[in-house]
């Protein structure tokens, strides 16, 4: 089995409603992530769930997020917001990716970890399209691997946004597909790269 689902910042700031960091459009991609993720978890296949964390003092977040992060106290450990969704947190056997920056492959073990399972295709799906999923898309591919942004199990903050990076994404050579697509081809697969 060579394929991984990469689930990111699905967390309670970025994706519930009323959240500090609310992306609108988040919250209502769940039911669209859990499809995929309930899927891979029938195929015994590898599921990552990427999240963000930062310290309280804002010492570690992205200069640009700065002011935000004083304004909001967004993904602090310890605090609701920083915990997954309810429908997608993690089981066990699921990774919990932990990542200081946009990509989950900057300075995480995501890498090292796919490397040692012989992980070669990645689905990606989460919040929010042109930072970290974006970021995560294009390192990925970067490093070798065969991405696949999963388009209606993420989100933007503006359709117009969401579409301009699917158009990047896919003029990159990265396969952008809906989840019911996705299924379809990971099924004929039989739990290999669709």
Do not use: W
């Amino acid at each position: 089995m060579n394929v991984a689902l990469i689930i990111i910042d699905m967390q309670h700031d970025f994706a519930v409603p009323g959240g500090s960091c609310e992306v609108p459009g988040a919250h209502a991609t769940i039911p669209v992530i859990r499809r995929v993720l309930m899927r891979f978890r029938e195929l015994g296949l590898p599921v990552f769930h990427v999240v963000r964390e930062y310290r309280a003092d804002g010492s570690d977040v992205e200069i640009t997020r700065l002011d935000a992060l004083k304004e909001k106290n967004m993904v602090v450990p310890g605090t609701p917001g920083v915990r997954i969704v309810p429908g997608l947190e993690p089981e066990e056997g699921e990774y919990r990716i932990v990542k200081p920056r946009f990509s989950a492959f900057m300075f995480t073990e995501l890498d090292l970890i796919l490397r040692r399972k012989g992980i070669t295709h990645l689905a990606v799906a989460g919040t929010q399209l042109p930072f970290c999923l974006r970021a995560t898309l294009f390192d990925g591919l970067c490093l070798g691997y065969r991405m696949t942004l999963l388009t209606d199990a993420s989100s933007s903050r503006t359709r117009e946004i969401h579409e301009a990076n699917i158009r990047d994404i896919r003029d990159a050579g990265m396969a952008c597909v809906t989840v019911e697509e996705y299924l379809h081809a990971l099924t004929a697969a039989g739990g290999r790269e669709p």
